[in-house]
């Protein structure tokens, strides 16, 4: 398997369809089979999406249903899950079982990050554990996902020349900012030939659903592109990338997705400009950096549904006369949401937030707001 000629889609299996609150496993099964059926074949799990059933839905939806040979399968150990070396194999064991799969194509210490995550896996050793499960032919690839800085990016990759490929955070909202940095990541990974998957293209939908004005801005330009694309192309106009992970939720979504890498066509200057001039607009607009990846939700005590409440802020602030936020925010609640003024304050969500958001500060903010 060569990396450098990877399907350019990936289906991330992080944010899948539910009906009645659990995955929608025939929409499921209709996403996967229409993903396949246009030539592409990368998944993305983790042991702990959807709550541990997006990897029982990979065995039902894809590993059931195709030949094994027939896709790439990729997941990753956690390290806040673990609390001795013994947990490496533990869930292991259990991931293999969940997805029905002897081997993963492409295995990632999950959420690298400067602090307890990278910590946590240099001291129960798990490169070197990584590095015997491929000597076993368990894992085929072996790489992690990064939400760090560059700094330590560069000492990771000097220590572990093990390494094979680094999945990192990306898009034209993220590329210069301070926190993400991702401009800055891809220039050391490109600059060091280690492939780049990319997950967050369309920044949790954020770049799918601009402002009218900044939308306006594409439009002019490609009138009949989806906005998401835009998001896409740029990140597939770039050298290095392996594969462009998009967590699809619908089919609408999906069909999109196979258009644009079907028929794949790289930005052209002008089209770079434009991105530009929408990003210095987007910049001058207070929007809170939620990417929706809802790890700050399994933890909390007060069961608080953060991101969604994130949204209605963010809406909230933009368009201080609209009473929508509020109406959407009192639903979340009526559907058993805990309220933004019920944060005790703990710091769960802050410690495993990707984006390194002042979570508890904009709660205040939303409870202020909207309540």
Known sequence: MSLTNM???????????????????????????????????????????????????????????????????????????????????????????????????????????????????????????????????????FGFSYHGSPELLEQVLDKHPEVEFVQIQLNYADWNNQVVQSGKLHEILHKRNVPMIIMEPVKGGTLANLQPELDAMLKEVRPNASTASWALRFVGSLDGVMTILSGMSTQEQMADNLNTFRNFEPLTEQEKQVIQAVVQKMQDMPM???????????????????????????????????????????????AGSGKASDCIGCGQCESVCPQHLPIIELLKEAADTLE
């Open 7 to 141: 399907p350019k889609l990936g289906f991330g299996l992080m944010r899948l369809p539910e009906k009645d609150g659990a995955i929608d496993m025939e929409t499921v099964q209709k996403m996967v089979d229409a993903y396949m059926e246009n030539g592409f074949n990368y998944f993305d799990t983790a042991y702990v999406y959807h709550g541990g059933n997006s990897e029982r839905a990979v065995k039902e939806a894809l590993v059931a249903r195709y030949p094994r040979e027939d896709f790439y399968l990729a997941t990753k150990l956690p390290a806040w899950a673990m609390n001795g070396p013994e947990d490496r194999d533990r869930i292991f064991q259990e991931q293999m079982e969940r997805c029905g799969v002897e081997y993963f194509d492409f295995y990632l210490l999950h959420s690298l990050e400067d602090g307890n995550n990278y910590d946590t896996y240099e001291k129960y050793d798990c490169f070197q554990w990584a590095m015997e499960k491929k000597e076993r032919g368990q894992i085929r690839h």
């Open 288 to 334: 809170i950096q939620c990417t929706s990846c809802r790890y700050c939700c399994d933890g909390c005590p007060m069961s608080i549904r953060i991101p969604d409440i994130f949204r209605a802020l963010n809406t909230a602030r933009l368009y201080k006369k609209d009473n929508r936020p509020k109406m959407f925010y009192n639903n979340l609640i009526g």
